[in-house]
């Protein structure tokens, strides 16, 4: 059986291949947020009766994985400064939320 929808703009179509498959990180839904109000949103709402994992990493109450990520972190990890990097590399790797004001404090 399979389903078609639409989040946002962006067309998705789902497959039940069967209880053999299981869920795995192999999979992941990638949220960019542009603030810290997303970041604590998306984050509450999925990790509700879900599961925190590090570096921003989530499962929701049903196993599947999602990527809470500021657009900002990209940004920061990108940086041609290798030691800015690195710092903040170092912070985020001790998060399991990613919090902006943490990661600037690091540069």
Known sequence: MTVSFELEGQEFTALNGGS?????????????????DEVDY???????????QP????????GVSWQIVPTVLVDMLDDPDPEKSKRVTEAMLKMKKIDIKVLEEAI
């Open 55 to 62: 570096c921003g990493w989530l499962k929701d109450r049903f």
């Open 20 to 36: 053999q498959f299981k869920f795995t990180e192999a999979i992941s839904f990638y949220v960019k947020c542009k603030s810290q």
């Open 42 to 52: 998306f984050w509450e709402k999925l990790t509700e009766g879900g599961e925190e």
